[in-house]
């Protein structure tokens, strides 16, 4: 089963590591290194000085304190925690699998925040806020608090629940040393996707054509076979992606002048590019639907985030 309850705190307190006038620095690392950060961030709509500020009025001294504080209270937390979620799994509902919780740090201000994502809700508890509170509240109360509130508030997302298991085992793959070779990895993905989401009906990929500036060829892909083995950019909805450097998503294909039918069969089609760490096209996801606008927001973030991966991997 995909775990519930995930531990991020150690990474809030490298700022520790960090001189004071270097915590930009560190926030910029924080907020690469853990995504939802950002999405806290965007909800709360406040600036990185505003919060680098914040944690400089802090002072190191108090956080040297919250460390301490989390290091005497974080393993019996946990295992209190796991313990109650396994033990009264109905309760908590676990097999809905469209959230999560992760201990963190943001900013102390609150003891949870909810953030939506394309793979369901990050429950995102601040031990900050414990650690500042920590005469008056009981951690385990209040997470178990948030948890309830969630569900209670929120009917089961099964599509959200498909994606975050979904991109677990892409980024397991992708990450899995065992497997150096590109097309064999590109072959997995199209395959997991192709039997995972029933309105996948054409999954692969094209890339930069190695040997002719501005064109894609066909990579591994599942579906019918198609006759468009090579594409030049700005030629249908795959070059037009490619040429603007921008994830293409069509409700209608029959609408879309600029359009390479592969088969009678399809509906709709998302096209999301990939980069190489310099921001060059390198390739392409595409995807194909049978269903008219059957791709939303998350879909595109989805499938944008395992081009992500995949840049990180192998460009």
Same mark, same amino acid.
């Given at each position: 089963?995909?775990?519930?309850?995930?531990?991020?705190?150690?990474?809030?307190?490298?700022?520790?590591?960090?001189?004071?006038?270097?915590?930009? $620095?560190?926030?910029?690392?924080?907020?690469?290194?853990?995504?939802?950060?950002? $999405?806290?961030?965007?909800?709360?709509?406040?600036?990185?000085?505003?919060?680098?500020?914040?944690?400089?009025?802090?002072?190191?001294?108090?956080?040297?304190?919250?460390?301490?504080?989390?290091?005497?209270?974080?393993?019996?937390?946990?295992?209190?925690?796991?313990?109650?979620?396994?033990?009264?799994?109905?309760?908590?509902? $676990?097999?809905?699998?469209?959230?999560?919780?992760?201990?963190?740090?943001?900013?102390?201000?609150?003891?949870?925040?909810?953030?939506?994502?394309?793979?369901?809700?990050?429950?995102?508890?601040?031990?900050?806020?414990?650690?500042?509170?920590?005469?008056?509240?009981?951690?385990?109360?209040?997470?178990?608090?948030?948890?309830?509130k969630f569900i209670n508030s929120t009917t089961p997302n099964k599509k959200?629940?498909?994606?975050?298991?979904?991109?677990?085992?892409?980024?397991?793959?992708?990450?899995?040393?065992?497997?150096?070779?590109?097309?064999?990895? $590109?072959?997995?993905?199209?395959?997991?996707?192709?039997?995972?989401?029933?309105?996948?009906?054409?999954?692969?990929?094209?890339?930069?054509?190695?040997?002719?500036?501005?064109?894609?060829?066909?990579?591994?892909?599942?579906?019918?076979?198609?006759?468009?083995?090579?594409?030049?950019?700005?030629?249908?909805?795959?070059?037009?992606?490619?040429?603007?450097?921008?994830?293409?998503?069509?409700?209608?294909?029959?609408?879309?002048?600029?359009?390479?039918?592969?088969?009678?069969?399809?509906?709709?089609?998302?096209?999301?590019?990939?980069?190489?760490?310099?921001?060059?096209?390198?390739?392409?996801?595409?995807?194909?639907?049978h269903e008219k606008a059957p791709f939303d927001q998350d879909d595109r973030?989805?499938?944008?985030?395992?081009?992500?991966?995949?840049s990180e991997r192998f460009w």
């Amino acid at each position: 089963m995909r775990s519930v309850f995930r531990d991020f705190t150690d990474y809030f307190f490298e700022i520790l590591t960090y001189p004071k006038e270097k915590w930009d $620095l560190f926030w910029q690392d924080y907020k690469r290194t853990l995504n939802f950060v950002n $999405l806290y961030q965007e909800k709360k709509g406040i600036k990185d000085d505003e919060i680098v500020e914040k944690f400089k009025k802090i002072g190191r001294r108090e956080l040297d304190k919250a460390f301490w504080y989390k290091q005497e209270i974080i393993k019996d937390l946990k295992a209190d925690i796991i313990k109650d979620l396994t033990k009264s799994s109905e309760k908590f509902q $676990l097999d809905r699998g469209d959230y999560a919780v992760y201990l963190t740090v943001f900013t102390g201000d609150s003891p949870y925040e909810f953030l939506e994502s394309f793979k369901g809700t990050i429950i995102g508890v601040d031990i900050l806020y414990f650690y500042f509170n920590r005469d008056k509240i009981d951690p385990k109360t209040l997470i178990e608090e948030a948890i309830m509130k969630f569900i209670n508030s929120t009917t089961p997302n099964k599509k959200k629940a498909d994606f975050w298991i979904l991109y677990d085992k892409v980024k397991t793959i992708i990450s899995d040393k065992n497997y150096n070779d590109k097309q064999s990895i $590109l072959t997995l993905i199209s395959q997991l996707l192709s039997e995972r989401i029933p309105y996948y009906n054409w999954v692969g990929f094209y890339l930069v054509d190695e040997r002719e500036d501005n064109s894609l060829v066909l990579g591994p892909f599942v579906g019918e076979p198609t006759e468009h083995t090579k594409i030049k950019f700005g030629q249908g909805i795959c070059g037009q992606a490619a040429s603007t450097k921008a994830t293409f998503v069509v409700d209608d294909v029959s609408k879309e002048e600029n359009y390479l039918s592969c088969s009678p069969k399809t509906q709709a089609e998302i096209v999301v590019p990939i980069f190489d760490k310099k921001g060059n096209i390198v390739g392409e996801i595409d995807i194909d639907s049978h269903e008219k606008a059957p791709f939303d927001q998350d879909d595109r973030s989805f499938l944008e985030a395992i081009a992500k991966l995949l840049s990180e991997r192998f460009w």
